[in-house]
Antibody, heavy 122, light 107 residues
Framework: EVHLVETGGGLIQPGGSLRLSCAAS????????MSWVRQAPGKGLEWVSI?????????YYADSVKGRFTISRDNSKNTLYLQMNTLRAEDTAVYYC??????????????WGKGTTVTVSS | DIQMTQSPSSLSASVGDRVTITCRAS??????LNWYQQKPGKAPKLLIHGASSLQSGVPSRFSGSGSGTDFTLTISNLQPEDFATYYC?????????FGQGTNLEIK
């Protein structure tokens, strides 16, 4: 069965750093596009970043996190990461990882983790 | 960036009703439009992909239509478990963007 489990969230002071992990089971992370999506308290969904499949691992970011967040994966651990630096109060959210199958005609996030909560506050 | 606008923002309906939620894109997204359902404290769940394709395991009372800039999600014969928040999302171009959500409440 296919699963994604996010870990690494917590309370962090403004300006601090945190690394989120997303462990996958039932499929190979490097064969799929993998995204991070976040949801601030009481707000809607916001796409954060994506890493494409294959060795190149092309990445894209939302403007709100560009230059501060880095998406990566460890193929040996079948795990996706989100390194978050220079955190701001507005980064407070539940962070979800999700997969997309690059082999389908249109792109969609069909498997989601349960999320991990990041709170940025002094 | 492609802006996604959903309407209405909230909707009250009764069990057995038929409801329609619309999503408009600021630029054409072809059929790269997906619909998700989210319940409080839970992760989003994919309902419809490619504007009109029903995700495996999703009840047939959910349907989607549209292409280009205008899309609709229709739920027929509303069931108690359908009361949730619904989001559209374009996957035509990064940055991916979501609509602001439609909160479907029990009347």
């Amino acid at each position: 069965e296919v699963h994604l489990v996010e870990t690494g969230g917590g309370l962090i002071q403004p300006g601090g750093s945190l690394r989120l992990s997303c462990a996958a089971s039932g499929f190979t992370v490097s064969n799929y596009y993998m995204s991070w999506v976040r949801q601030a308290p009481g707000k809607g969904l916001e796409w954060v970043s994506i890493i494409y499949s294959g060795g190149g691992g092309i990445t894209y970011y939302a403007d709100s996190v560009k230059g501060r967040f880095t998406i990566s994966r460890d193929n040996s651990k079948n795990t996706l990461y989100l390194q978050m630096n220079t955190l701001r109060a507005e980064d407070t959210a539940v962070y979800y990882c999700a997969r997309e199958d690059p082999a389908v005609e249109t792109y969609y996030m069909d498997v989601w983790g349960k999320g991990t909560t990041v709170t940025v506050s002094s | 960036d492609i802006q996604m606008t959903q309407s209405p923002s909230s909707l009250s309906a009764s069990v057995g009703d038929r409801v329609t939620i619309t999503c408009r894109a600021s630029l054409s997204t072809n059929i790269y439009l997906n619909w998700y359902q989210q319940k409080p404290g839970k992760a989003p769940k994919l309902l419809i992909h490619g504007a009109s394709s029903l995700q495996s395991g999703v009840p047939s009372r959910f349907s989607g239509s549209g292409s280009g800039t205008d899309f609709t999600l229709t739920i027929s014969n509303l069931q108690p478990e359908d009361f949730a928040t619904y989001y559209c999302q374009q996957s035509y171009a990064t940055p991916y963007t979501f609509g602001q959500g439609t909160n479907l409440e029990i009347k």
